[in-house]
């Protein structure tokens, strides 16, 4: 099989998808190559990721990614948040396909995006966190 269980199952019913309303920041990540798109919405309470949602018009890899991304950050500190690699992603689902890692890579970036966005509206200059999405080879 392809795929981990744990990426089907979030493929197939992807925790947090929507959007936040007055969401404290907003991440918009895409793939120039494959055209997918993520973007992420945060609640952020006193430091803490309170809740969070993701909408991705993407592949399923892209889907899982996302969604388990949202499951790692939600109750975390915006520094673990910060913590959150593409390798703890793929980790956490048991694994993708190496065609499918830079798929990971978007959730990554997606959640980096947002949480720049929440040091911009707070005034903080934000540390250039979001760096270049690597080529898609194998997209769809
Ligand atoms: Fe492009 Fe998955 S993000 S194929």
Redesign the pocket.
Known sequence: MLYSEKVMDHFSNPRNVGEIENADGIGEVG?A????I?KMYLKIDDGVITDVKFKTF?????IATSSIATEMVKGKTIDEALKLTNKAVVEALDGLPPV?L??SV?AEQAMKSALSDYYRRQGIDPVPIVGEIGE?E???
């Open positions: 793939n190559k494959c055209g997918d993520m993407g592949c399923g890899a892209a499918k830079h798929c978007l898609c194998a997209c769809h």
